[in-house]
């Protein structure tokens, strides 16, 4: 599912009135679109600047920061002005780092990745969190995750998944087959390559959206694709699962397809069937949260961020929400723009309106 984020509208602030509204909130969003400078003290500011507020009298506006410089002022040297927004600077911080844990050959620690960034451990912690929605431990353990899926994938019948285990950046054996069913949603010996060794049922059945196939492992339902092209889908599964051996459902799985086009048609019903649910940390809690939003109700990606415990992790929600597989269970559907317009979606924008007039979104 492809999403266009919703950027912020430019000159939302048209006239001094607004402005010094949004000086007096320490409107954040302003910050940006325009700067404040005060005459008595020859400072210019950001809107969200946190020092006393001069008398409305003695302070003039400027589009840019220079502006403000050229009209004679200096930046604060509390909200810093002349320098990034402190959003902007920790998200800068935050992908650098997150590339620092990536590109280790083994898990860097709490303390080296804080003096790599430049503050404190406690700062560090709270600042990684905020943009990312994870732990920088939690961060690590995905990229391990990631790293020994991408090689699992890879191994030939000769190889040993020991190798592949310490390769990744687990210290030992036990650790990593402990966390395999989480990071994989099966034992590493299945994984493998796609699922090598496992078998998937799938069928794949007409409903109002056109083309709908299922598949289940022996967890669960793993998939929900929907399209026009039923050999498209069927495709699709393959290239998610390439080594997996697929199998056509017996008749007893017509139960569950019949519970999942139950689901399109009539959301209000829900979906009693368990769910093989593959991804990330981050990306299973963010599908948590979807999964507890009710038919009817849809929320931004800054709303579903915050939810998450990333508030600024809006991008990150986005990303999570285009690696969804099981589409309608897990409802991506509902999140929509901050405005309540729709974005991409994976399965098409016009099915997304669909199932939202379906739902009775507001």
């Known amino acids: 599912m492809g999403h266009t ?3 912020r509208e ?8 607004e402005r010094w509204a949004a000086v007096q909130q320490r ?15 020859g400072v210019y500011c950001r809107p969200s600047c946190p020092s006393r507020h001069a008398l409305r009298a003695n302070i003039s506006f400027h589009l840019t920061a220079q502006d403000a410089r050229q009209a004679g002022f200096r930046p604060c040297l509390r909200c810093k002005p002349d320098l990034p927004p402190l959003a902007e600077r920790h998200a800068a911080l935050v992908a650098q780092m997150c590339r620092l844990i990536e590109e280790a050959e083994t898990e860097p620690d709490l303390a080296s990745l804080a003096e ?3 503050v404190s451990r406690f700062h560090f912690h709270r600042i990684f969190k905020a943009q990312t929605g994870l732990t920088p431990k939690a961060y690590a353990a995905g990229v391990r995750q990631r790293r020994m899926q991408a090689q699992l994938a890879q191994l030939t019948d000769s190889g040993k998944v020991t190798d592949v285990i310490y390769a990744s950046g687990f210290n030992s054996s036990g650790r990593f087959y402990a966390q395999s069913n989480g990071a994989l949603g099966m034992q590493p010996s299945a994984y493998r390559g796609g699922g090598h060794g496992e078998t998937i049922r799938f069928a794949i059945a007409q409903c109002s959206l056109g083309a709908i196939l299922v598949a289940s492992t022996d967890k669960g339902i ?5 399209g026009d092209d039923p050999d498209a889908l069927a495709r699709d599964l393959q290239d998610r699962f390439p080594k997996a051996e697929l199998a056509g459902a017996e008749a007893d799985y017509e139960r569950v397809v019949a519970a999942v086009i139950g689901l399109v048609e009539a959301p209000e019903i829900g979906l009693d069937l368990p769910l093989d649910v593959r991804g990330t940390a981050f990306q299973q809690r963010v599908w948590q949260v979807l999964r507890s939003i009710p038919a009817g109700r849809t929320v ?3 709303e579903l961020a915050e939810l998450v415990g990333a508030p600024n992790g809006a991008r990150a ?8 597989a099981i589409a309608i269970a897990i409802p991506c559907h509902r999140v929509v723009r901050t405005d309540g317009s729709l974005s991409g979606y994976r399965w098409g924008v016009e099915r997304k309106q669909v199932l939202l007039e379906r739902e009775g979104a507001k």
Do not use: K, P
């Open 300 to 302: 931004s990606y800054t």
């Open 27 to 41: 409107s954040a969003e302003a910050d940006g679109q325009f700067y404040y400078a005060v005459r008595t003290t």
């Open 5 to 7: 984020l919703e950027l």
């Open 222 to 226: 793993c998939a929900i694709l929907i």
């Open 116 to 118: 790599a960034s430049g």
């Open 317 to 324: 929600v986005a990303s999570a929400c285009a690696a969804n």
């Open 10 to 17: 430019q000159n939302m602030f048209v006239n001094d009135d």
